[in-house]
């Protein structure tokens, strides 16, 4: 796990010493235990390491294949690099300088070309090659996209970097917002690919190969992997056997596993207690010949702890188990430091305890497995059952948007009052305040038009960003592959969820919290051996009598007691509500206060006033539209200082 930079293509000499060190300095914190640089011509590539595998000299970056025409550096993982060593040591590569995988995908790549040493690698990563014959440069990124790669073409010169914080600094670019990407932020809470906050700057997408060549104007972009090709052959060869599967995919998930825990350098796991984390710990925990080490943050509020939950996982696995319970004060001394985190605007409230998690663990280990990609491939959101058993109760309501525009119009004072008369689980709720925001939640869902657009509304912060910038601009659709014919509306929204909020939300998250300390983190879940095997896996194995993932539940009822797992899904939730209306209140005023949004100039101060003031009377159904405005005005604050 590393950080990676470069400028190519400049006519005369390649990036100055100074430009390049401040490129290579803003993202110090993703390799703190080394640094190189390559130059020639009007060619600079830059590496920040942080040592995993092949801790030695023979590991450097950036690294000069053996034949000398290619030069690579790159971010990430390649787990099965011994397996591609043995098939190139066949066809006559070596001698080895050392025993990284760095080494072995560079030589890959000499011998089978990039698509061919793409093809074989399964790992998580993000890389550039320079061919210093033929003049052409390739970036590219992992299957899934759990490692970032930004671009940029101006002037005919390829610049790239793992942060934008790095091209932030490049001498050649002037960097100003993207009105695109600024509305595409407050509809989602994240920039999706191919866009990034500033005009011009590009996300290298998932699964894409981009070429550049030197003299021509632009890029191409094409994909070398697709999910939705795996989805449809996931769909024609399903499995049958439920018990089979579940012995399979136990055997499967022993294997990746095993290959991920590869290090020469001390490893743990995230465990929240959930299924998806339990069972990457647990299998861990049964091909390791020692304890695990395993990291927990929980919350002092009852409603958001799930760290009881995890430590009785751990004490049922023998793990070596290290928690941490957040305070409101934790929160105050993190939250503001969340701009400067963030290259872009990012608006998961879970950001925070993902920082701090990753915090706890870089104290003991260098690197750690997540449960991350579980909901995704085998169906855990609680949209997937729920969206279809909505969109079927609306469907035929007369009126939907009359209906929505009145829920949203009544104080939650008025929503919950009716609510009381209507039956006695809703009073109950409504009693403890839960039920109110909820309604108001599913209000805005309401208009949808077909159980797409239901999807689209139910990930989305603010439905019109247009009414809150002062200048918008038209807001393009996310990027993603060619939509794949899918049997259902559950398939369909796993599709979606692995191609646009995966990447675009949680591994970002994920990553950006994790190399802020220097922590590597992997993902079992994501192996495309999983992936295939997890879209063979019909609806019925996902979704039982009202239980999401059954599949990945069976395997690890295995190794751990049900009682222990199974229980609602709560997810990183945080207690953004109480903190913001409590103890945090005065830093949240002081970014979004009436003074605060004139200063940044970027946007409209009456709906950040309003939605404020419903937030502060206890309309928690705005929680998202809240994060979005502080985080975005933490981003702004983050770099005018």
């Not at 430009?19 to 011509?41: F, N, T, V």
């Not at 299957?143 to 001498?171: C, D, I, N, Q």
């Not at 022993?254 to 929240?272: H, K, T, Y």
Request: glycine letters at 8%; one cysteine or more; charged letters at 25%.
């Amino acid at each position: 796990m590393c950080g990676i930079a470069g400028v190519i293509g400049m006519r005369g000499p390649a990036l100055a010493e100074g430009p390049a060190r401040a490129m290579l300095d803003a993202i110090a914190h993703r390799g703190p235990d080394d640094e190189g640089q390559w130059r020639e011509g009007g060619a600079w590539l830059g590496h920040r390491r942080l040592s995993i595998i092949d801790t030695s000299q023979a590991g450097r970056q950036p690294m000069v294949s053996a034949c000398g025409r290619y030069v690579m550096v790159t971010n990430g993982e390649i787990y099965n690099y011994r397996q591609m060593r043995t098939e190139l040591e066949a066809v006559g590569a070596g001698p080895w300088r050392g025993h990284s995988d760095t080494e072995v995908l560079l030589e890959a790549v000499a011998r089978f070309g990039i698509e061919g040493a793409l093809e074989r690698a399964t790992g998580m990563f993000a890389l550039a090659v320079w061919d210093r014959r033929e003049r052409v440069a390739w970036l590219t990124r992992d299957r899934f996209g759990e490692k970032p790669l930004y671009y940029a073409t101006k002037g005919g010169v390829l610049s790239f970097a793992s942060e934008l914080g790095a091209l932030e600094r490049a001498p050649h670019l002037a960097l100003e917002l993207s009105k695109e990407a600024l509305s595409l932020f407050f509809r989602l809470g994240y920039v999706p690919a191919p866009h990034s906050i500033y005009e011009g700057v590009w996300k290298v997408p998932p699964a894409c190969l981009v070429t550049w060549r030197d003299g021509e104007s632009g890029v191409s972009v094409r994909p070398y992997w697709s999910l939705g090709e795996v989805a449809q052959r996931g769909e024609a060869d399903p499995l049958i056997n439920s018990e089979a599967a579940v012995e399979a995919l136990d055997g499967l998930l022993r294997e990746v596993v095993a290959d991920q825990m590869i290090s020469d350098v001390p490893l743990g796991v995230f465990l929240s207690g959930g299924v998806d984390s339990s069972l990457v710990t647990a299998i861990m925990q049964a091909v390791s010949a020692r304890p695990v080490k395993t990291f927990t943050l929980g919350f002092d509020s009852a409603e958001f702890n799930e760290a009881e939950y995890a430590s009785a996982v751990a004490r049922h696995l023998k793990t070596n188990h290290t928690e941490h319970i957040v305070t409101a004060a934790d929160a105050q001394a993190i939250l503001p430091r969340l701009g400067h985190l963030h290259d872009e605007p990012f608006a998961d409230a879970s950001q925070a305890p993902t920082f701090m998690v990753s915090q706890m663990a870089r104290q003991q280990v260098s690197v750690c497995l997540t449960g991350d990609g579980g909901d995704e491939m085998f169906g855990g959101y609680v949209r997937y059952p729920g969206a279809p058993r909505l969109w079927r109760a609306i469907r035929a309501l007369p009126m939907r948007r009359t209906l929505a525009e009145l829920i949203e119009a009544l104080p939650m004072k008025g929503v919950e009052g009716a609510l009381r008369f209507l039956a006695p689980l809703a009073r109950e709720y409504a009693s403890r305040g839960r039920l109110g925001p909820s309604v108001r939640r599913a209000a805005a869902f309401l208009p949808a038009a077909s159980f797409d657009e239901l999807y689209e509304l139910t990930m989305t912060a603010w439905p019109d960003p247009e009414t809150l910038l002062k200048s918008p601009g038209p807001p393009p659709l996310p990027w993603r592959p060619a939509r794949p014919a899918l049997k259902d509306d559950f398939a369909r929204m796993q599709w979606r969820d692995s191609v646009d909020y995966l990447p675009g939300d949680i591994l970002a998250k994920v990553d950006r919290a994790s190399m802020a300390h220097g922590l590597e983190t992997r993902a079992p879940l994501l192996d495309r051996r999983i992936a295939a095997f997890a879209w063979r896996a019909p609806t019925r194995m996902k979704l039982r009598e009202g239980r999401t993932k059954w599949l990945l539940r069976s395997v690890l009822h295995r190794y751990v007691p049900p009682d222990l797992v199974d229980r609602p899904k709560l997810g990183f939730s945080v207690p953004l509500h109480a903190w913001l209306t409590g103890a945090l209140r005065g830093w949240a005023e002081s970014l979004i206060g009436t003074a605060a949004i004139a200063r940044q100039g970027v946007l409209e101060p009456a709906p950040v006033a309003a939605v404020w003031r419903r937030y502060l009377a206890g309309d928690s159904s705005v929680d998202h539209r809240v994060w979005t405005l502080l985080m975005f005005q933490s981003w702004m604050a983050a770099r005018s200082t």
